[in-house]
């Protein structure tokens, strides 16, 4: 049973956010149109987003062959493509495999309005796209609505576990729950309130997952620890990530982390209050060079390249991949620039390992 600081901190994260989520409702009732944000790379700028129309036609685009010399790719995003989180490890992953398979790639960023999305993601369909990716599992209704209508172009999405059994549908998840419970032992060791700020923004996917994996790794070292997430029901409302860091900070948390492009917000205190950071998603260092002591990173290139190869060989869908810290689609990035502890740094090769070769158990 937790002591009394941990119910003083349930009762007080709940009536800030509640507030907070209440003030930021009327702000993002119109849909934002795709961003023409800088990429990270010049190799997969963000496009213009097609002309979207609910009324578009289903389109028998060429099926891909080994053959083509060129394989068009569209990724549709529900942030930034420059985010530091979820949509830039899919840009970053490819653009490292532009050159491999000559693609050419059109980008449609903060598409954070399921309908607006899907009326991009159709009109991506009827344009001869051979891939498109559709990038948050909020577009899964889409995705099985869609590709039936489109059997000749190949579909992704994630993070899911299902193909909805449809033939050119592939689906991608991460078990981010083992990054998660390696930083979270990491996190356990360098508390010294032992307290520990976990903030997520829906209770779902691999945000979840993570989160969770976090607390198990933290308990798994110090059974007493106080780790009680608080989702602010946003994956975009900084205010909101930022307010839940500065809650949990008042309330003694010494060591922070979050999970979903908002955790600008709550890096920002970290760095404020000089408090150490886990990050996951992508690395954000950048963000407090002093503060981030490691970044759980995806790296989707392993898993696209997969998909790529099976669409040049005619094979459009119906599996299903999942990135580990075994198969390196998911990776524990130190940064050089936090002063880690030996112990603590040995600890999470361990873990690290363990888990790799199945020694070690995450919870699910």
């Not at 449609?108 to 899907?118: E, K, L, P, R, W």
């Not at 599992?137 to 489109?150: E, N, W």
């Not at 002591?293 to 790296?299: E, F, G, L, M, N």
């Amino acid at each position: 049973m937790h002591r009394h600081p941990d119910r003083k901190l349930a009762l007080i994260l709940p009536a800030v956010l509640v507030a907070l989520v209440a003030a930021s409702c009327g702000g993002s009732s119109t849909p934002a149109p795709a961003s023409t944000a800088p990429s990270p790379s010049a190799a997969a700028a963000p496009s213009t987003a097609p002309s979207p129309s609910a009324a578009a036609a289903p389109s028998t685009a060429p099926s891909p062959s080994p053959a083509a010399t060129t394989i068009k790719v569209a990724l549709v995003a529900p942030s930034a493509v420059n985010d530091l989180a979820f949509t830039q490890s899919m840009v970053e992953a490819l653009n490292s495999l532009k050159g491999k398979y000559n693609l050419e790639i059109a980008v449609s960023d903060n598409q954070f309005v399921v309908a607006t999305a899907a009326n991009v993601i159709q009109t991506y369909a009827t344009q001869g796209f051979n891939l498109i990716i559709a990038h948050g599992s909020q577009y899964g209704s889409t995705i099985q609505q869609l590709a039936p209508k489109f059997p000749n172009v190949s579909f992704a999405w994630g993070t899911a576990g299902s193909t909805y059994d449809l033939p050119n549908v592939f689906a991608y998840q991460v078990n981010s729950n083992e990054g998660g419970y390696v930083q979270g032992a990491m996190a356990a060791m360098l508390s010294k309130s032992k307290v520990l700020g976990v903030i997520g923004p829906i209770a779902v996917g691999d945000a979840k997952l993570y989160v969770d994996g976090f607390c198990a790794g933290a308990k798994s070292v110090a059974s007493s620890i106080s780790c009680i997430p608080v989702y602010t029901g946003s994956f975009s409302d900084v205010s909101l990530m930022s307010a839940a860091a500065t809650t949990f900070v008042a309330n003694k948390a010494d060591v922070l982390t979050g999970t979903a492009q908002a955790v600008v917000g709550a890096i920002g205190v970290a760095k404020t209050n000089n408090l150490p950071w886990f990050g996951t998603q992508w690395t954000q260092v950048s963000l407090a060079q002093s503060n981030v002591v490691s970044s759980q990173v995806y790296d989707w290139s392993p898993i696209v390249g997969e998909i790529l190869t099976d669409i040049q060989g005619g094979k459009l869908g119906g599996t299903t991949f999942t990135a580990t810290l075994a198969n390196g689609g998911a990776k524990i990035d130190f940064n050089p620039g936090f002063n880690l502890p030996a112990e603590v740094k040995a600890k999470a090769d361990s873990l690290i390992k363990g888990i790799t070769d199945g020694s070690v158990k995450v919870p699910q």
